[in-house]
Nanobody, 123 residues
Framework: QSQLVESGGGLVQPGGSLRLSCAAS????????INWFRQAPGKEREGVGC????????NYADSVKGRFTISRDNAKNTVYLQMNSLKPGDTAVYYC????????????????WGQGTQVTVSS
């Protein structure tokens, strides 16, 4: 069974850091770019960023640029979202999704989605 599983969420104080993982099972992530999204209560889902299949290219939403970093370890079939300098506005459920393309630009459909992991930034 093909699935994505996010982990690493939790409660963190403002200014703190978390690293989320997105692990695939039943298929290889090697050929796909991966997107991270988030959805806060009462708000629409928004894109956080994307990493190309090779890991050589990333892009980020302006709201997280300079604070979040996406990386991947294809040998572990896992993509990571390192979140630093967290703010209360980063509180949301975070999701990873398989982008059915090698690259992060241009139109593309999405394949598998993870179930999401809650990130809460609060003092």
């Amino acid at each position: 069974q093909s699935q994505l599983v996010e982990s690493g969420g939790g409660l963190v104080q403002p200014g703190g850091s978390l690293r989320l993982s997105c692990a695939a099972s039943g298929f290889t992530l090697d050929y796909y770019a991966i997107n991270w999204f988030r959805q806060a209560p009462g708000k629409e889902r928004e894109g956080v960023g994307c990493i190309s299949s090779s890991g050589g290219s990333t892009n980020y939403a302006d709201s997280v640029k300079g604070r979040f970093t996406i990386s991947r370890d294809n040998a572990k079939n896992t993509v990571y979202l390192q979140m630093n300098s967290l703010k209360p506005g980063d509180t949301a459920v975070y999701y990873c999704a398989v982008r059915l393309a090698y690259v992060c630009y241009g139109k593309a459909d999405f394949g598998s989605w993870g179930q999401g992991t809650q990130v809460t930034v609060s003092s």
